[in-house]
């Protein structure tokens, strides 16, 4: 399943701390599991049920991992250290920032909809308890946390600002 998952997702190479990078995917391979998912199914699950944009679900995280990543190194290049940011914990809380869709949402009759746990729970908890069990550090599961509203009424790190707004950036930009 690893190598299915960095095919999908080969933004994980570029986590260059190994143990986090295994906890990323270790936590996909979780995730997948409890959803009753297959790795070759994110490219169908849409990204949002809010609307039909036909961009999937790793279209999106995808997305959202490079201008993450595209934020940071804009970062580095004009502010050098001045504005620190952790590129791995960045990586990592981009890549899995919707980890908890996987399941917050089911297919049944070829309908994606919300599932009994996503009925519960929104993805951002789900998502942070799937990364928490997996043992990433507390800074990925706080992005994880904070990346949607439910994060709003609480200070985000540098790194959980940079992955929240680029994944409002892909949200409202896609029709």
């Known amino acids: 399943m690893t190598d299915e998952l960095k095919r999908l997702l080969p933004e994980v190479e570029w986590i260059e701390d190994r143990a986090l990078r295994e906890g990323v995917l270790a936590t996909y391979t979780r995730a997948l599991a409890e959803g009753g998912w297959e790795p070759e199914d994110m490219a169908r699950i849409p990204f949002t049920l809010l609307k ?60 994606f909809r919300k599932s009994r746990s996503g009925k519960a729970l929104r993805h951002p908890f789900s998502g942070a308890a799937l990364a928490y069990a997996a043992g990433l550090p507390p800074e ?24 929240h707004h680029a994944d409002f950036i892909t949200f409202d930009a896609i029709p």
């Open 52 to 111: 039909a944009s036909g961009v999937s679900y790793v279209e999106h995280v995808r997305a959202v991992t490079r201008i993450a990543r595209a934020a940071c190194d804009t970062f580095q290049d004009l502010f050098g250290g001045r504005v620190p940011l952790n590129r791995d914990v960045l990586l990592a809380g981009a890549l899995l920032h919707d980890v908890g869709k996987l399941v917050e949402v089911e297919e049944v009759g070829g309908v």
């Open 140 to 163: 990925v599961v706080h992005i994880i946390a904070v990346h949607s509203k439910e994060g709003d009424p609480y200070p985000r790190s540098p790194e959980g600002a940079v992955v």
